[in-house]
């Protein structure tokens, strides 16, 4: 389940700036998932509720908003934006494609008092 490492990685990356900002707490956290990235969203907010658990965290909402892929089409060559591995090209509908890009996840914002 990398669902956890990757909850610590964003974990840490929220208690650096929470700290830095002199923050007592934060009470919301948004991520942004590509589409293709194969991360769990349930086995997501399972592990970020246990990694924040008795943390300056601990009962942060977590928001997570899936984007599209980008991906180049290797029949009309362009290129292209995908919510999957199995989707065809919107512009010619080829399966040949190939995704560019699939960042699995970014922390976009946190919300501290």
């Known amino acids: 389940m990398h669902e956890v490492a990757l909850c610590q990685s964003a974990f840490d990356i929220i ?8 923050a007592r707490r ?3 956290v948004w991520l942004e998932l590509s589409s293709v990235s194969c991360i769990e969203e349930s086995a997501l907010h399972f592990c970020f509720d246990i990694i924040c658990r008795d943390t300056l965290a601990a009962g942060a909402t977590l928001h997570i908003m899936t984007i599209p892929a980008k991906a180049w089409c290797r029949d009309c060559l362009n290129s292209v934006t995908v919510t999957g591995f199995a989707t065809s090209c919107p512009l010619c509908g080829s399966q040949n494609i190939q995704v560019e890009s699939s960042d699995a996840m970014q922390v976009k914002q946190i919300e501290v008092e």
């Not at 208690?15 to 002199?22: F, M, S, T, V, Y």
């Open 15 to 22: 208690e650096q700036h929470a700290k830095r900002n002199h």
């Open 26 to 28: 934060v009470t919301a």
